[in-house]
């Protein structure tokens, strides 16, 4: 299994500010993947991470809104620019590990006064 | 495109009880199928993980199965506990370029003592 540390655990922002939260991983791994959980609802994936390219954008998620860096195997951060009250979520990081399972961290509750 | 549902959408049951939590999905071509825990506010926790070839798998009180021609998967708890209430997502691995995980909507799921 993998270990992943997520920071910070919980956060309240003003609006129009950014709020930059890291994944830490006890293990390279070559894949990372940040997803985002609105009050209520289930988990959407918001982009997939690799070390030494771009971010992979899903649909309605996009890299000025969500800036990400991954600069080795171990490590990437998601940035939650220009924040709005409608980006209050959880955020989550996870990664697979062997047979393709996913571990997650334990998330980052964002609330944007 | 594949969609995931997990019915019930929330359950309320006396300690002791056995319970059966379902999850359907739309398009049978997954590479997995994998159970979560979620505490309220907090990441994600993996229970089981059923790779497409097995019909299921058994971790304690807890046994995963899996039908996927049917495009079904149960959750069996076995004699419930209070410590067991928290939120039950299933998700799926899409087979295809990226292995995306598509999640459920979840089951809340409260034990009464």
């Known amino acids: 299994s993998a270990v992943i540390s997520q920071k910070p655990s919980r956060d309240i922002c003003q609006r129009g500010t950014s709020l930059t939260i890291q994944c830490q991983v006890d293990s390279q791994v070559t894949m990372m993947f940040w997803y985002r959980q609105q009050p209520g609802q289930s988990l959407t994936l918001i982009a997939t991470?690799?070390?030494?390219?771009?971010?992979?954008?899903e649909s309605g998620f996009v890299i000025d809104k969500f800036p990400i860096s991954r600069p080795n195997l171990t490590f990437s951060t998601l940035t939650v620019s220009n924040m709005s009250p409608e980006d209050s979520s959880i955020y989550l990081c996870?990664?697979?590990?062997?047979?393709?399972?996913?571990?997650f961290g334990q998330g980052t509750r964002l609330t944007v006064v | 495109k594949q969609e995931v549902t997990q019915i019930p959408a929330a359950l309320s049951v006396p300690e002791g009880e056995n319970l059966v939590l379902n999850c359907s999905f739309t398009d049978s071509a997954i590479y997995n199928l994998q159970w979560f825990r979620q505490d309220p506010g907090k990441g994600l926790t993996s229970l089981l993980l059923i790779q497409s070839s097995q019909r299921e798998q058994t971790s304690g009180r807890l046994n995963a199965s899996l039908d996927k021609s049917s495009g079904r998967s149960t959750l069996y708890i076995a004699a419930s506990q209070p410590g067991d209430s928290a939120t039950y997502l299933c998700?799926?691995?899409?087979?295809?370029?990226?292995?995306?995980?598509?999640f459920g909507t979840g089951t809340l799921l409260a034990v009464q003592p």
């Open positions: 998700a799926v691995r899409q087979r295809g370029a990226t292995n995306k995980l598509i």
């Open positions: 996870s990664v697979d590990g062997l047979v393709t399972e996913a571990f």
């Open positions: 991470a690799n070390q030494g390219s771009e971010a992979t954008y």
